[in-house]
């Protein structure tokens, strides 16, 4: 009997999970449309592609950058071309792969000439990227560059001092890289960048349960 009565509580444990899960998945895919079809801002009438995001949408460690550039809004996806490969690079040092986390950014839609996004476009574009942490609920954020960490960890964040250092915040542990493109201009950064991410490995390793490190 006790068998049997511990079965049905496990059954209906696994069916509450999986109601759940359905519920994140159904509201991130209205996300995502609503995200698709945005018009809040005027990048919508430059734009070729918005760019949500790609990876898993349970992933506990999530890539921040600042905006899509040309490659990324020709394909509707993030760090694509030369720096997205450098980024996959970077994230195979440690054992990862796009499919093992999740890569966005905090403006969803590429600013002509690739200038800095206007106080008005991140303010347009602050609600999705904080509905998506707030579905995600990732353990670790990861701004890539200056602006990224500016934006997410403190306003006068010094990427060039504070790189590779964890801070936490709203229950979130955060750190910086140096974005990519801004390794590729000054490839004598990429040794503290590898130590950096020799960090990031150990914290993924330290804090995650779901999120394997392949070798």
């Known amino acids: 009997m006790a068998a049997a009565e511990n079965g049905a509580v496990a059954y209906a444990a696994d069916k509450r999970e999986s109601r759940r899960e359905k519920k994140a998945m159904s ?3 209205a996300l995502r449309q609503e995200c698709l079809h945005c018009r809040a801002c005027t990048l919508a009438e430059t734009r070729t592609n918005v760019v949500f995001g790609v990876g898993r949408e349970d992933a ?5 950058g600042e905006a899509p550039g040309a490659n990324e809004d020709m394909q509707g996806e993030p760090f694509v071309g030369r720096g997205g490969k450098l980024l996959d690079d970077m994230l195979k040092m440690i054992g ?7 890569i966005t950014n905090s403006v969803k839609c590429r600013p002509p000439a690739n200038r800095d996004p206007m ?3 991140k303010d347009a574009c602050k609600g999705f990227l904080q509905r998506q942490r707030e579905l995600m609920k990732p353990k670790i954020i990861v701004c890539l560059g200056r602006i990224s ?3 997410i960890i403190r306003p006068d964040f010094k990427i060039s001092q504070e790189h590779g250092q964890f801070y936490e915040k709203d229950g979130c542990l955060m ?3 140096y974005h990519p493109a801004a390794l590729l201009r000054s490839p004598g ?3 503290e960048t590898f130590e950096d991410l020799k960090k990031l490995q150990a914290k993924i390793r330290e804090v995650c349960t779901r999120t394997e490190l392949e070798f």
Do not use: C, G, H, Q
């Open 27 to 29: 509201e991130w895919e």
């Open 60 to 64: 506990e460690v999530m890539f921040i």
């Open 96 to 102: 990862l792969d796009r499919s093992r986390i999740y």
């Open 119 to 121: 106080n008005t476009e």
């Open 149 to 151: 960490a500016m934006e």
């Open 175 to 177: 750190t910086a890289l």
């Open 189 to 191: 950064r990429k040794p």
